[in-house]
């Protein structure tokens, strides 16, 4: 860049358009800039964001696998799908792991948060803050790794302890009718760290006026719970249920490494056949199309739950 | 709470009154030992995970589960370096992670700029569309990225996990937002003084944003010092793999034999986000709470 001053050098009709040094010059420099700054980041975008989600409709318009050429078959892979039982239970499963995710982290986070947001003892807070963060620091990988163990029916620590309490040994990873639960618990346990948090600073944000005025009123307990504090904390829990389930669709590496979809299908998600279709059997176009549907489906979602907001969100 | 209790005491009888406290006392103490109780079951896989990587090989795995590491077997943090590269897997994570995360700062905050204070045609246009692929996950483009990054030869590189991570429509977002909170007057004043309109981004802009950058650095740390499925398909050498697929390797290689070394894997993999965390935990909030704001 050069200075204002520089504008001195005239000669060039373009050079001196721009580097004249008056608002205009100014106002077209600025511009260039901008388009300048921008170019990094919408060159990037579009080469791996935006352009490929259109790659990606075009390629589940085709049959393509390691062995032959792209050959187009219009929306034969839908169909395939459509017929396919393990990519339904896969879905399923899917969407019944977000709804129960969801709905614990969103909850038991909420809960946590009122606890902690009534003491007034600081190390007491620190302490009850780190404490509920701290699992959200680990990645998807290391919690499954970890779990794995703590659920395991004969040696783990979470069925010893069940049984000093007289509960018989659980199948957590080994019977179809437990093996989600576990993923639920699991991945709850971690993001419950993230809705806490979040649910924290909503609370820190809400004003003392309005709960004494609440409290003059005669509002109190679940009353209060209802009508005053979860309206007051909507913003929130919006934006905890949207990305929470905008997390949950995408769950797996948790069933992957812990349970590599098993017993059965019981544990396998939708992202995990959209991984073997394309990266284990190699067969792009219909990976391509099990990737539509799952954005699709995610889209719906997002969709839905802003529209909804609109009825219930409320902004103090 | 006070507030019931400071309440005029005059025409409550005694009985009353004492009831009132018992209920008082038990509303403040009955949640805060629940919520303890709670605590303890929510950390206590990470200090199991911590107390057994220290147990001995053969006795890792058996209940009752040993609480204090009083056996101290350094050893199996050493074993995972055989077992694995975990050297060289340390290294691709701290790359890939670094590599990422400075990438991200620069173009989003040049775009984040841009967007919030420079004024050219399409600007809005080009923001909304920017927004928008917030919307889009990892999984409805992998496939064509990664036809794209084994042309370009990348690969089983750890390039094939930085590039396309670097364009940030979330950073520049955060970003823009942080640059509009700058009153604009200032703008006018540097102008006054001679700065030319890089200088204005880079001098006078860029430093009033450091806490807007932290917020980005660390998030974008733990989310990339943490991926999985990107790895797990654009890398194929172990050589070549983070921290996470080391583990997950590490995993498949003990089966139920010694989990103490997996463990021990898994405890060092923490390390860095937990130094992360212990700096910037201020910042890290923030950020959780930025995403919110916005409704």
Redesign the interface.
């Known amino acids: 860049?050069?200075?204002?001053?520089g504008a001195e050098v005239g000669g060039g009709g373009i050079l001196h358009w721009l580097l004249q040094d008056t608002m205009d010059g100014?106002?077209r420099?600025?511009?260039?800039?901008?388009?300048l700054?921008?170019l990094?980041?919408?060159?990037?975008?579009f080469?791996?964001?935006?352009?490929?989600?259109f790659?990606?409709f075009g390629?589940s318009l085709f049959r393509w696998n390691i062995f032959k050429p792209p050959d187009y078959v219009e929306l034969a892979n839908y169909q395939r799908l459509m017929g396919d039982v393990r990519i339904a239970i896969s879905f399923g499963n899917t969407l019944k792991f977000t709804v129960l995710a969801v709905a614990t982290q969103v909850s038991i986070g909420l809960l946590?948060a009122m606890?902690?947001h009534?003491?007034t003892q600081t190390a007491?807070r620190y302490?009850?803050r780190t404490?509920?963060?701290?699992?959200l620091?680990?990645?998807?990988?290391?919690v499954a790794?970890?779990?794995?163990?703590?659920f395991?029916k004969e040696?783990g620590?979470l069925n010893?302890y069940l049984g000093l309490m007289g509960v018989q040994q659980i199948p957590w990873k080994t019977s179809a009718d437990w093996v989600l639960i576990t993923i639920v618990i699991m991945s709850a346990?971690r993001n419950?760290g993230?809705t806490f948090?979040?649910f924290l600073?909503?609370l820190s944000n809400i004003s003392r006026e309005v709960l004494?005025a609440a409290?003059v009123d005669g509002a109190q307990g679940f009353r209060r719970l209802w009508s005053v504090t979860i309206p007051l904390l909507s913003?929130?829990i919006?934006?905890?249920a949207v990305?929470g389930v905008?997390g949950a669709?995408?769950v797996?590496?948790e069933p992957f490494?812990m349970t590599r979809g098993g017993p059965g299908n019981a544990s396998r998600t939708a992202?995990m056949v959209?991984?073997e279709a394309?990266?284990k059997n190699i067969e792009?176009g219909y990976?391509?199309a099990i990737?539509?549907v799952?954005?699709l489906v995610?889209?719906a979602f997002?969709v839905a739950q802003m529209w909804m907001s609109r009825r219930w969100?409320f902004?103090q | 709470m006070t507030a019931n209790l400071m309440r005029d005491p005059g025409d409550v009888s005694a009985g009353q009154h004492r009831l009132q406290v018992i209920t008082f006392v038990a509303g403040k103490y009955v949640p805060i030992i629940l919520l303890f109780m709670l605590s303890i079951v929510i950390i206590a896989p990470m200090v199991w995970t911590f107390s057994t990587s220290l147990r001995k090989g053969k006795d890792s795995f058996t209940v009752p589960p040993k609480w204090l590491p009083t056996d101290l077997a350094i050893e199996n943090y050493a074993e995972v370096f055989e077992k694995v590269p975990f050297d060289r897997q340390i290294v691709n994570s701290m790359l890939i992670t670094w590599g990422t995360v400075v990438g991200q700062l620069v173009s989003a905050s040049l775009a984040g700029y841009a967007f919030a204070r420079l004024d050219f045609a399409g600007r809005d246009l080009l923001f909304w569309v920017v927004l928008a692929t917030m919307m889009i996950p990892i999984q409805a483009v992998v496939i064509p990225v990664f036809i794209f990054l084994r042309n370009m030869g990348l690969v089983d590189t750890l390039w094939s996990l930085i590039l396309p991570a670097v364009p940030t429509a979330f950073g520049t977002f955060l970003l823009r937002q942080y640059f509009l909170t700058i009153p604009i007057e200032l703008e006018e004043s540097g102008l006054i003084d001679g700065v030319n309109q890089w200088q204005l981004f880079y001098r006078i802009y860029l430093p009033l944003v450091k806490p807007g950058l932290a917020v980005l650095a660390i998030l974008s740390f733990n989310f990339h010092w943490n991926e999985f499925f990107r790895p797990l398909i654009f890398l194929i050498d172990n050589e070549n793999f983070p921290i996470t697929l080391g583990i997950f390797q590490l995993q498949g290689y003990m089966m139920t034999g010694s989990i103490a070394v997996v463990l021990a894997g898994v405890v060092m993999s923490l390390v860095p986000v937990i130094i992360i965390f212990l700096l910037g935990q201020r910042y890290l909030i923030e950020g959780i709470m930025r995403g919110a704001i916005k409704g």
């Open positions: 860049m050069t200075t204002a001053k100014m106002r420099r600025r511009a260039i800039l901008g388009y700054f921008l990094p980041t919408l060159l990037g975008i080469i791996f964001t935006a352009g490929p989600v790659v990606s390629l946590l606890g902690v009534r003491i007491m302490y009850f404490a509920f963060f701290l699992p620091l680990m990645s998807g990988a290391a790794v970890v779990m794995g163990y703590i395991h040696f620590p010893y346990w419950l993230f948090v979040l600073g909503g004494d409290d913003p929130q919006l934006f905890a990305t905008i669709v995408q797996f590496e490494i992202v959209l991984y394309a990266f792009y990976g391509s990737a539509v799952l954005f995610i889209l997002t969100v902004y």
